[in-house]
């Protein structure tokens, strides 16, 4: 069994900051890609920040320069810093890793965690 649980949401005013995390845990071989989603209401689930296994990173134009992906590979864990938030950053955010068992690699989800940003 395989567990992805995200945690950190939380309110803030605009201009703020929160770091979330993103902890897998269960039969695990290895982790390639994670990647943090959000979902505003009424919209579409969209990628944020995605982080390789090797070190490479990638972000959604609307957070660049505010939003910082990072791992702690031997926790199997990933974090979002994310500064100088806007009320536009409100949204579930989840977290999604690419975890192989050993037998093939799939995508789990967390639940997701709420950020609510107030101006």
């Known amino acids: 069994q395989v567990q992805v649980v995200e945690s950190g949401g939380g309110l803030v005013q605009a201009g703020g900051s929160l770091r979330l995390s993103c902890a897998a845990s269960g039969s695990i071989f290895s982790i390639d890609d994670m990647g943090w989603y959000r979902q505003a209401p009424g919209k579409q689930r969209e990628l944020v920040a995605v982080?390789?296994?090797?070190?490479?990173?990638g972000y959604v134009d609307s957070v660049k320069g505010r939003f910082t992906i990072s791992r702690d590979n031997a926790k199997n864990t990933a974090y979002l810093q994310m500064d100088s938030l806007k009320p536009e950053d409100t949204a579930v955010y989840y977290c999604n890793a690419q975890i192989s068992d050993g037998m093939g690699i799939r995508g789990y989800w967390g639940q997701g965690t709420q950020v609510t940003v107030s101006s």
């Open positions: 982080a390789t296994k090797g070190g490479s990173t």
